[in-house]
Structure formats: structure tokens, C-alpha cells
């Protein structure tokens, strides 16, 4: 069964500063793989998508992931954090195509002026 | 109204009260859900609604109860809840059952069960 973790369920960082936030799925691959952000008071609202088509993907707010087979990983970089990007990260592995998508844990990022 | 929203906002109840969440979507989609978000929880699938048939249902208490009347409405239906029900409970819609495609959220209820 589709498994998704995501190391770190707090991570801090200061303004400018790269933003890392982990995920590693379970060994089967996944046909797509989404990373969530959730801003205060707010719902879950889509970064970016991978679905095969390339292994690094680009998403809203300058953030991308790479997605590393060998490693089973997902990561969520940024190269400079902002303020704004205070919030929480959810990475989210699909079963299959018509299957339900599995949301990671979360991780809540702090942006540190 | 754009996207998907929700009613109430905020909504707090006696164990013996009867509820309705209600969830709309303003964005022509046939798939709509249910979620609940504890905290320290990782998010939780309740309902899945495709074309206005269920499609899933997460062995969830028959103390919710979902409807979908339609592909732009969803309600969920709340009686004789339990403390441990207090979550935020996520609406949210898709083109259609299928992880290809993204899932818009609406900004969530907040429930407080006393």
C-alpha cells in the first residue's frame, strides 16, 4: 500500500535562506505526486504536480521537486524564502490513476525575519 | 462566489444537536469530497461523490452523513457527535474521480463538538 512520509513535521528557516522540506514515498512508484500548501485560516491549495513527464517540476511561488526514483524522495525546494511562505506543506503520493491521493503528515514551515 | 466555498465557517455544537455543512463549488467539476483535518492528524478522506454517486466512503460513523444532490453541492450531515469529531472538515472538488486531476479546497468548517 502507498505510504508517504515527510521528515520533519516543523522546519525553520530565515528570510532568504533555501527552503528543504522532505518527502519519501513507499517503494511502489506512484503515477503522480502532488506537494499542498495550507495558509492559515485557509484550504489546501496545489504547488506543483509530477506525472512522469519530467523528473523536476516546477511550481507556483518558485517552488519546485525533484523526484528521485533511486531515493523514493519528492523533495520541495525553494532557493530564497519569503514571509509569505509561512504555512503548511503537504506531500501527497496517488495509489493509483483512479484512486484516492494519500496526503503526508505535513510539515509547518516558519519563516524567521 | 468563485472557487469552492463553505458554510459556516465556524460552528460549534451539543452532543444531541442535528448539523449540515454545507459546500459549494463554482467550477463545473462532477467529483466532490469530504476531509478531515485533526490536528497533529494527517488529513482524512470521509467521502467521495462522482457524477453525484458515491464512491467511496471511509468507514466513516453513520453519524455523518453525506449528500450530494447535485455535482456543484455537498452537504454533510452531523448528529449525535462526539467530542473527538472536533477537526476542520475540508470540501473539495475535481474535474472528476481521478488523481490526474488537482483537488480545489474549499477554506474549511471548523467544528467544535462540546
Known amino acids: 500500500a502507498q505510504s508517504v512520509t515527510q521528515l520533519g513535521s516543523h522546519v525553520s528557516v530565515s528570510e532568504g535562506a533555501l527552503v528543504l522540506l522532505r518527502c519519501n514515498y513507499s517503494?511502489?512508484?506512484?503515477?503522480?505526486l502532488f506537494w499542498y500548501v495550507q495558509y492559515p485560516n485557509q484550504g489546501l491549495q496545489l504547488l506543483l504536480k509530477y506525472t512522469s513527464a519530467a523528473t523536476l517540476v516546477k511550481g507556483i511561488n518558485g517552488f519546485e521537486a525533484e523526484f528521485k526514483k533511486s531515493e523514493t524522495s519528492f523533495h520541495l525546494t525553494k532557493p530564497s524564502a519569503h514571509m509569505s511562505d509561512a504555512a503548511e506543506y503537504f506531500c501527497a503520493p496517488s495509489k493509483t490513476s483512479y484512486d484516492k491521493v494519500i496526503f503526508g503528515p505535513g510539515t509547518s514551515l516558519s519563516v524567521i525575519p | 462566489e468563485t472557487g469552492v466555498t463553505q458554510t459556516p465557517r465556524h460552528l460549534v455544537m451539543g452532543m444531541t444537536n442535528k448539523k449540515s455543512l454545507k459546500c459549494e463549488q463554482h467550477l463545473g467539476h462532477n467529483a466532490m469530497y469530504w476531509y478531515k483535518q485533526s490536528a497533529k492528524k494527517p488529513l482524512e478522506l470521509m467521502f467521495v461523490?462522482?457524477?453525484?454517486?458515491?464512491?467511496e466512503n471511509n468507514s466513516v460513523p453513520s453519524r455523518f452523513s453525506p449528500e450530494c444532490p447535485n455535482s456543484s453541492h455537498l452537504f454533510l450531515h452531523l448528529h449525535t457527535l462526539q467530542p473527538e469529531d472536533s477537526a476542520l472538515y475540508l470540501c473539495?472538488?475535481?474535474?472528476?474521480?481521478?488523481?490526474?486531476?488537482?483537488?480545489?479546497f474549499g477554506p474549511g468548517t471548523r467544528l467544535t463538538v462540546t
Open positions: 461523490y462522482n457524477f453525484k454517486e458515491q464512491t
Open positions: 517503494s511502489s512508484v506512484p503515477p503522480y
Open positions: 473539495a472538488s475535481s474535474q472528476a474521480h481521478s488523481t490526474a486531476y488537482e483537488q480545489y
